[in-house]
């Protein structure tokens, strides 16, 4: 059974941190290279960060040096540690497979919202 359950979300001051979770479906797992992806109001989903099977991670400019990836095999779980939050990354997150397209399953995401 395909399933992606996001969780972690929350509202937060600028400058906080927030700690996302991913849990996948062994199906989606599988394919190796994970990402998070993130959609605010009015706009398209865009690619975030993603991480290799081995713990080989890339970022989008916006997020780097902010955001850490991590993945736990055993778990089939990822994570998305956010630091220095800003108002700009207010955005429903998800996580898939690298790369994901949008005829692919998607979970329901998980509320980011950073404002004072």
């Known amino acids: 059974q395909v399933q992606i359950v996001e969780s972690g979300g929350g509202l937060v001051q600028p400058g906080g941190s927030l700690r996302l979770s991913c849990a996948a479906s062994?199906?989606?797992?599988?394919?190796?290279?994970m990402g998070w992806y993130r959609q605010a109001p009015g706009k398209q989903r865009e690619f975030v960060a993603r991480?290799?099977?081995?713990?080989?991670?890339a970022y989008v400019d916006a997020v780097k040096g902010r955001f850490t990836i991590s993945r736990d095999n055993a778990k089939n779980t990822v994570y998305l540690q956010m630091n220095s939050l800003k108002p700009e990354d207010t955005s429903v997150y998800y996580c898939?497979?690298?790369?994901?397209?949008?005829?692919?399953?998607w979970g329901q995401g998980t509320q980011v919202t950073v404002s004072s």
């Open positions: 898939n497979r690298w790369p994901a397209y949008d005829t692919d399953y």
């Open positions: 062994e199906s989606i797992f599988r394919f190796g290279t």
């Open positions: 991480i290799t099977r081995a713990g080989g991670t």
